[in-house]
Nanobody, 123 residues
Framework: QVHLVESGGGVVQAGDSLRLSCQAS????????MGWFRQTPGKEREFVAA????????NYADSVKGRFTISRDNAKNTGYLQMNSLRPEDTAVYYC????????????????WGQGTQVTVSS
């Protein structure tokens, strides 16, 4: 079982940037698609971005396209989410997760979830 730990969240102002990290405990991270999701209280977990195991393909939610960039460093068993031009509506707990099946956008298709990191964007 791969253990994931997210970090890099914080409180920022609208227009600022943050980079989230997702550290995996095992090299099996390298054979999995990595996804980032976010969730606010009372709402379902929402797809943000995904990247294939070799980084060749990425996918983004329309709401973050052009502002967020997903990447990974397999040598470090670490994934990243660079978030620029942050908006108050980006406020959420952000989670990373892994899957070995394609590049899905549904949370139910992912396993190995981290504990999440809070991102708060003030206006």
């Amino acid at each position: 079982q791969v253990h994931l730990v997210e970090s890099g969240g914080g409180v920022v102002q609208a227009g600022d940037s943050l980079r989230l990290s997702c550290q995996a405990s095992e090299r099996s991270f390298n054979i999995a698609t990595m996804g980032w999701f976010r969730q606010t209280p009372g709402k379902e977990r929402e797809f943000v971005a995904a990247i294939t195991r070799n980084g060749a393909m990425t996918n983004y939610a329309d709401s973050v396209k052009g502002r967020f960039t997903i990447s990974r460093d397999n040598a470090k068993n670490t994934g990243y989410l660079q978030m620029n031009s942050l908006r108050p509506e980006d406020t959420a707990v952000y989670y990373c997760a892994l899957t070995v099946v394609g590049m899905p956008t549904l949370p139910s298709h992912y396993g190995n979830w981290g504990q999440g990191t809070q991102v708060t964007v003030s206006s």
